[in-house]
């Protein structure tokens, strides 16, 4: 009996760490993502309004601690990402094909390839969580809602 494609292709956390994934290496993915996030035209207007400059270190603290809890079994992450996000009333799928693409490119940029690959997959989850969870709160018909296209970037 052959495995689930998935199950074949997406790395394992294990597989990650043995090619150097560490909390380090978390850290500088997420302050590279967001330096260009935050001066991204579509994706960068969002900051301003909810996080000011001086709440920028604890909000990347926060990042690290969820992506460590995600990709090494920390369990430091005590946030609650979703409502803040269901907050966001412009917030929509142009916002999220530019986060992918622009998280796609930085741990592509700073990560070995099953490193990075890894990331992937788990944004790519999550992005799909979000925009659900978002269209369900909204209210909107979710029977015909098409998975995100990929944009490249840059």
Same mark, same amino acid.
């Given at each position: 009996? $052959?495995? %689930?494609?998935?199950? *074949?292709?997406?790395?394992?956390?294990?597989?990650?760490?043995?090619?150097?994934?560490? #909390?380090?290496? =978390?850290? *500088? &993915?997420?302050?590279?993502?967001?330096?260009?996030? /935050? #001066?991204?035209?579509? =994706?960068?207007? =969002?900051?301003?309004?909810? &996080?000011?400059?001086?709440?920028?270190?604890?909000?990347?603290?926060?990042?690290? *601690?969820?992506?460590?809890? $995600?990709?090494? +079994?920390?369990?430091?992450? #005590? +946030?609650?990402?979703?409502?803040? %996000?269901?907050?966001?009333? #412009?917030?929509?799928?142009?916002?999220?094909?530019?986060?992918?693409?622009? @998280?796609? %490119? !930085?741990? $592509? !940029?700073?990560?070995?390839?099953?490193?990075?690959?890894?990331?992937?997959?788990?944004?790519?989850?999550?992005?799909?969580? @979000? /925009? =659900?969870?978002?269209?369900?709160? /909204? +209210?909107?018909?979710? &029977?015909?809602?098409?998975?995100?296209? /990929?944009? $490249?970037?840059?």
């Amino acid at each position: 009996m $052959s495995a %689930h494609p998935r199950e *074949t292709t997406s790395p394992k956390a294990a597989d990650a760490i043995a090619e150097g994934l560490d #909390e380090a290496m =978390i850290r *500088t &993915v997420v302050h590279q993502f967001y330096a260009l996030a /935050r #001066e991204d035209d579509v =994706i960068g207007p =969002i900051f301003p309004d909810r &996080v000011p400059d001086d709440h920028w270190a604890a909000h990347l603290d926060q990042i690290e *601690t969820f992506w460590t809890a $995600s990709l090494l +079994g920390t369990r430091r992450y #005590e +946030g609650r990402p979703m409502p803040k %996000h269901l907050a966001i009333r #412009e917030l929509n799928d142009t916002h999220f094909m530019r986060w992918l693409a622009l @998280f796609r %490119h !930085t741990v $592509s !940029t700073v990560c070995p390839p099953v490193t990075a690959q890894l990331f992937i997959d788990r944004s790519e989850r999550i992005a799909a969580s @979000f /925009r =659900i969870n978002i269209a369900m709160h /909204r +209210g909107e018909d979710l &029977v015909f809602h098409p998975p995100l296209k /990929r944009e $490249s970037y840059p």
